[in-house]
């Protein structure tokens, strides 16, 4: 009886071990079937109440989408006109002026992915929010179509320009030399507003009109201290009353070059460039140069006098000199170390603006003086530069020498042994040393050796006749002196510190 009663409970209870199973099984087979297929199905196609730049995308698979958006568009595209408007500028832009270009598909991935990732429960809450209030995508113009941005940049660059700063204008002989350009405003069209107006515009309307965002850019400097801020830094004059008319006239053409000239930072400035080729066809006349230690004819004379002079302006202005040359024999306008020669092709006066602000230089001729001004910004307060020569020592000349005319260059002059005529007379030479000093409030503050030269000596010169005298004949007491070599003296030394104004 025992073992009927066990046998009924096993039976029993695998009956009901049975219906568990199969309800777990069915379970099973409905959260599968639940959660497998909307996965699948929604990780391959747009939520419902989806759109993308106005078109509904929803239940459809990204290729569906894609062609779906592209037939879209290119049957509206015809039918897009844009005016774009600046001022009193319009430009239109229409749907046959870009092609579609279809470059989406990064886009619809990102929308497909939209609310996918997560458990089941929070995909199931983004899809019924989605499809409650919608999921509204829009993919920018750039994205679709081509050539608009090529028409909006030249669209762009007839309206935007470049703000204009004051600028100072230099009119050297005029009596009011430095004045101002008026600054200007710039335009630049705000790029970032005018993308957003245009997608706004495709989106809404086929017909749109849009005013061009931009803004006004400022100059970046002030006027307020460009003429405060210029200044006589130097004035350096020499005198050449006493020279030839094609002399002067060579002087005055070789400073013109220089005259109104604005010298940048930086920039450098070389003075046989700037004077251009000594030719009679640019203007220069024959006049004395100095050539082997003595005077001589030469086209363009007295351009080393301009030199000298835009050479000695310069340095009280404090500007770097690049490249200077002494000539074989001093000049007499100047101090000794304080010459500038220039010759084409070997020798140049180069010099740099070294300052933070450029410079201008006025540079003309009188008829007694050659004269230099250079301007900019002013020195520090109570600053004052000087130049000044040092005499090291004088270097002695040899003497007279005595030459035979044999070839009859001097026929006019001598004939016979004993008849002298003086070609040149001998000069002493002199080993110097430039300076510049800087003065601050009348106190010496720092002292600049600049210069190191040798003016050689130059031996005197006389001809002497070949031909002899004949018979009976005699020739009158010659008023030629000859020379000896020099000795120096301490009077000689004194006497070359007073010719050079040297202390």
């Not at 003016?455 to 005197?460: F, T």
Request: hydrophobic fraction near 35%; proline fraction near 3%.
């Amino acid at each position: 009886m025992k073992s009927q009663e066990k046998t009924k409970h096993s039976n029993k209870l695998s009956i009901i071990w049975l219906i568990v199973v199969a309800i777990i099984a069915v379970s099973l087979l409905l959260f599968c079937q639940f959660y497998f297929g909307d996965s699948i199905n929604s990780k391959t196609t747009f939520y419902q109440n989806t759109h993308i730049n106005g078109v509904d995308v929803s239940g459809l698979t990204k290729k569906e989408a894609s062609e779906k958006l592209s037939e879209e568009l290119i049957e509206n595209m015809d039918n897009i006109k844009l005016t774009l408007k600046n001022e009193d500028k319009t430009w239109t832009i229409n749907g046959n002026d870009f092609e579609l270009v279809g470059n989406f598909d990064d886009s619809l991935d990102n929308v497909l992915a939209y609310g996918k990732e997560g458990n089941i429960f929070q995909r199931k809450k983004v899809k019924e929010q989605i499809k409650n209030e919608g999921l509204i995508v829009n993919i920018p113009y750039q994205n679709l179509f081509g050539g608009i941005d090529d028409r909006l940049d030249e669209i762009i660059s007839e309206i935007e320009k470049e703000p204009i700063n004051p600028s100072v204008v230099f009119n050297p002989d005029s009596k009011v030399m430095f004045s101002l350009t008026s600054s200007q405003s710039g335009i630049q069209v705000d790029r970032f507003a005018l993308d957003q107006a245009i997608n706004e515009a495709l989106l809404n309307d086929e017909e749109y009109i849009i005013n061009i965002p931009f803004q006004e850019i400022l100059p970046a400097e002030s006027s307020d201290n460009l003429l405060e801020n210029i200044k006589l830094r130097s004035k350096f004059s020499t005198n050449y009353s006493k020279s030839s008319d094609n002399r002067k006239s060579n002087i005055k053409l070789a400073l013109s070059k220089f005259n109104g000239m604005i010298v940048e930072p930086e920039k450098e400035v070389s003075f046989n460039k700037t004077t251009g080729a000594r030719s009679s066809q640019n203007g220069y006349k024959d006049a004395k140069i100095i050539f082997n230690g003595s005077y001589v004819s030469g086209m363009g004379g007295g351009v080393c006098q301009a030199s000298t002079t835009l050479y000695n302006a310069l340095l009280l202005a404090d500007i770097d000199i690049l490249q200077a040359n002494h000539h074989s024999l001093p000049a007499s306008y100047v101090p000794l170390s304080f010459d500038a020669m220039v010759s084409e092709g070997y020798a140049d006066l180069i010099f740099k603006n070294n300052l933070d602000t450029p410079i201008y230089i006025k540079a003309y001729g009188t008829d007694t003086e050659a004269i230099v001004e250079i301007y900019g910004q002013p020195f520090e307060d109570e600053m004052e530069i000087k130049t000044r020569s040092e005499l090291v020592k004088i270097l002695p000349h040899s003497g007279d020498k005595i030459i035979t005319d044999t070839s009859g260059k001097y026929s006019d002059k001598v004939l016979y042994k004993g008849e002298y005529y003086r070609l040149k007379y001998p000069q002493e030479g002199y080993e110097s040393k430039g300076y510049i000093d800087y003065y601050k409030n009348g106190v010496l503050v720092e002292e600049k050796e600049i210069r190191h030269d040798h003016y050689l000596p130059q031996n005197g010169e006389i001809v002497e006749g070949s031909a002899t005298l004949e018979e009976g004949m005699s020739l009158p007491a010659s008023n030629v002196k000859y020379i000896s070599p020099q000795k120096v003296t301490k009077e000689t030394i004194e006497n070359a510190k007073r010719k050079w104004n040297i202390a």
